[in-house]
């Protein structure tokens, strides 16, 4: 069970702490104060998780059960690979008989029970890689993927919505039935297309924002829930015909059941 920390830290470390000015900019002080003071750094530290991202995946299972019964789990855009240790520990993996498949451009240090590759997902090689290194139909797809951004508010919300319907596409080609997708997205709305696809083929779609995630940041993270199974003839996200109300992608406080 993930719990948000309380009366402190956990770790002895003091909070408040400040970074002299030096050389350093005023705005990567800042960050780095933030970075040092954040509890959930700290509790990660202290838990021994890669980056304060494990606790937001902990936040969202803790209420919607999406690890529970998960035996084979794909991570998307997996680096530093906290998310991937969580799954390990879940699934029981082991480097012998592996069950996460973990994979980013990025290099990840080596993980116990997870299997990576170091690759681009947008390769068109990438599905078929992760397919054959799990050995099996997964039950969970996460995605973490955001593009690099670019401080343009419009362009970074664009460029990781289009990793968000390319991750969304790809769990529908793999999951098991009843398996559930979570991805990152950005807070302005998510395209049209990508909610037609995930009503069409999951039970319920909710849209989520953890405790863990700083509330000054625009991320969010849609949660597909109850892969319904693949159908002959279901539209895609390249049906541009389809059309969804809105009111089928709700907001977590007020879910309801799709039909």
């Given at each position: 069970?993930?719990?948000?920390?309380?009366?402190?830290?956990?770790?002895?470390?003091?909070?408040?702490?400040?970074?002299?000015?030096?050389?350093?900019?005023?705005?990567?002080?800042?960050?780095?104060?933030?970075?040092?003071?954040?509890?959930?750094?700290?509790?990660?530290?202290?838990?021994?998780?890669?980056?304060?991202?494990?606790?937001?995946?902990?936040?969202?299972?803790?209420?919607?059960?999406?690890?529970?019964?998960?035996?084979?789990?794909?991570?998307?855009?997996?680096?530093?690979?906290?998310?991937?240790?969580?799954?390990?520990?879940?699934?029981?993996?082991?480097?012998?008989?592996?069950?996460?498949?973990?994979?980013?451009?990025?290099?990840?240090?080596?993980?116990?029970?997870?299997h990576i590759l170091q690759l681009d997902f947008l390769d068109p090689t990438a599905p078929e890689k992760l397919m054959t290194a799990l050995g099996g139909t997964p039950d969970?797809?996460?995605?973490?993927?955001?593009?690099?951004?670019?401080?343009?508010?419009?362009?970074?919300?664009?460029?990781?919505?289009?990793?968000c319907e390319v991750a969304a596409y790809f769990a529908i080609d793999v999951l098991a039935e009843g398996g559930h997708f979570l991805a990152k997205t950005f807070q302005g709305?998510?395209?049209?297309?990508?909610?037609?696809?995930?009503?069409?083929?999951?039970?319920?779609?909710?849209?989520?924002?953890?405790?863990?995630?700083?509330?000054?940041?625009?991320?969010?993270?849609?949660?597909?829930?109850?892969?319904?199974?693949?159908?002959?003839?279901?539209?895609?996200?390249?049906?541009?015909?389809?059309?969804?109300?809105d009111r089928d992608v709700v907001d977590e406080r007020d879910a309801v059941e799709a039909e």
């Open positions: 069970m993930s719990k948000p920390p309380i009366g402190g830290n956990r770790t002895g470390r003091k909070l408040g702490q400040k970074v002299k000015k030096g050389k350093l900019k005023a705005s990567s002080r800042r960050w780095i104060e933030r970075h040092i003071n954040d509890p959930y750094v700290q509790r990660a530290q202290l838990e021994g998780y890669r980056a304060r991202a494990a606790f937001k995946l902990l936040e969202i299972d803790e209420k919607h059960k999406i690890l529970s019964g998960a035996k084979r789990i794909i991570d998307l855009g997996a680096a530093p690979g906290s998310w991937s240790q969580i799954a390990a520990k879940v699934t029981n993996s082991t480097d012998a008989e592996p069950k996460v498949v973990a994979i980013d451009f990025l290099e990840l240090d080596p993980l116990a029970g997870v969970l797809v996460l995605s973490d993927m955001a593009a690099p951004t670019t401080g343009h508010r419009q362009t970074d919300h664009i460029r990781t919505m289009h990793l709305g998510a395209e049209r297309e990508l909610l037609t696809l995930l009503k069409q083929n999951f039970k319920q779609v909710i849209h989520v924002k953890p405790a863990a995630s700083r509330a000054e940041s625009v991320e969010m993270f849609l949660l597909a829930k109850g892969f319904k199974g693949r159908k002959p003839g279901a539209r895609s996200l390249y049906d541009s015909e389809t059309e969804i109300d």
